[in-house]
């Protein structure tokens, strides 16, 4: 019988061009799964898009002096193009700017508040009087409190690779305009993501199939204590808060992003003129995710994304596998392209044999 396999990409920033790390880590490994399993006669569908909010993307269009829309788009259009260009066999790669993935996010976000898994909290976040707006993470610099790096950012040191809050930086200042901030209180909506550790324990445990690592990773995670996560920001780029009061805020990239999954597939389906024809992957219990991303997202992927899914909908699909490679935390080495092809080859046998392609090898 053919099996229904969902194939769902890492979302990429549009906020630079794909760089080797991305194609050989994430989008060539889930091309080749894609079309083995259509060879085989499975029914597939691969989407992915690109991420087109966050700070990420409004850092650079500040630095170019361009609206987040222009930056966003010049980069999709090349994303499209690489891959074209690679041959790599989307179904859809679209972005998370569109309508629908507006709507599905605020449906998700609407419901999880209704259902008490969200709750309010103020916070005390930097202000700069002079742009008159306050500042998330990358829009603050400083002194690193810890290595003593002078242009550290409000989100991490880029010298001693430290994690950073804000407020820690000593003598903090305005990106934009290089002026000492103040500190405001600010109202913002957190994920319960504790009240999913039970359901989130026995998730794990049932997937016998993945990595050992990955699993012994994650369940370490949720063992230590899980702890609520902020889902809004005060941005005026992104998908708005479908709350009364609270429109002029934004999701949370990480929150809204992984949604894309559900909301790509959806859009997939409107395309081919069965509005429903999603749900088979999606609903349907045999039906199996892969998801292809790089191993920093592992948290998002096995915690927070199924965490929303069983707050919101309990009869979608958790995901199925997660084959994260190591290649996306590569940036910045220098490897010749026959060079990063030759270790990816092997890698990729030595990666992807041992979990989903065993079984068919
Ligand atoms: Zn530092
Ligand atoms: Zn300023």
Known sequence: MAERIGIFVAWPYANGDLHLGHIAGVYIPADIFARYHRLRGHQVLMVSG???HGTPITV???REGVSPEEIFRRYHHRFLETYRRLGVSFDLFTHTHT?????VSQDIFRTLNERGYLFTRTQTQFYCEY???FLPDRYVEGTCPYCGYPNARGDQCDNCGRTLDATELIDPRCRLCGRTPVLRETEHFFFDLPAFSDQLLEYIERQAHWRPNVQNFVRNFIQEGLKPRPVSRDLDWGVPIPVAGYEHKVMYVWFEAVIGYLSASIEWARHHGD???WEAWWRDPSARGYYFIGKDNIP???????AELMGYDRSLNLPYDIPASEF????????STSRNWAVWVPDFLDRYAPDPLRDYL
């Not at 309508?99 to 709507?103: F, G, L, R, W």
């Not at 996306?328 to 490897?335: M, R």
Request: no cysteine; charged share 25%.
């Open 50 to 52: 690109s991420d087109a």
């Open 60 to 62: 650079a269009a500040d």
């Open 99 to 103: 309508e629908n993935h507006v709507a």
């Open 131 to 133: 742009d008159r707006r």
């Open 275 to 277: 509005g429903e024809s």
């Open 300 to 306: 998002f992927h096995a915690l927070i994304w199924p």
């Open 328 to 335: 996306l935390n590569l940036e910045g080495q220098q490897f």
